[in-house]
């Protein structure tokens, strides 16, 4: 196998755009107030320890601040929050605009969100254009209401169905 790539970034974005994800809006107290951003990088890696990651792009503004305060918490977003989602992708506007949240010692739980992992980071890993961050999780709790996952695919969020959610 040749160490040159043969593969196109753009081609690569839409091959695997064909990978439905959740996606995760990831919080923290940045140095000036909250900080967020949309991901859905996060995948959990050990149950002992228990260990997450996530992949920060080199390029991501928001990144570096949420990396500052050293732990985040991740929010599961549900189907309903396409447009909070949508917020925290975005490079402008308030991402915390109408947002309800509780305050918590590693970042902000968003209101609604099925599950939130509060993490503090534990290491990082140099991988090409972006960064593989591995965090231990702290404290976590899922949401008491049944709701369905926000899903992305294909570039276009969508919803889960075809179980009845208890
Ligand atoms: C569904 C979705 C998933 C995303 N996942 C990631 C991710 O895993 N890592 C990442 O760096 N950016 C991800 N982004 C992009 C960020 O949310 C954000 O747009 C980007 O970081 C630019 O803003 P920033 O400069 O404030 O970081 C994702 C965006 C969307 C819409």
């Known amino acids: 196998m040749s160490d040159e790539t043969t593969i196109d970034p753009a081609e690569f974005r839409r091959i695997f755009a064909h990978l439905a994800t959740g996606v995760s809006v990831l919080t923290a107290h940045g140095a000036d107030g909250p900080v967020g951003m949309a991901a859905n990088s996060v995948t959990s890696v050990s ?72 993490c503090e980071i534990q290491n990082e890993h140099d991988a090409g254009d972006h960064t593989i961050v591995v965090a231990r999780a702290v404290t976590m709790e899922a949401s008491a209401q049944a709701a369905s996952p926000l899903v992305f695919f294909r570039g276009a969020y969508g919803s889960f169905s075809g179980v009845e959610l208890a």
């Open 47 to 118: 149950l002992d320890p228990p260990l997450v990651l996530v992949c920060p792009a080199k390029s991501s503004t928001t990144w570096p601040l949420i990396r500052e305060s050293n732990a985040f918490c991740i929010n599961i977003m549900a189907s309903h929050h396409e447009a909070v989602t949508r917020a925290f992708a975005a490079r402008v506007g308030d991402r915390f605009a109408g947002v309800g949240r509780v305050e918590k010692p590693t970042g902000f739980a968003l209101d609604e969100a099925l599950a939130w992992i509060e």
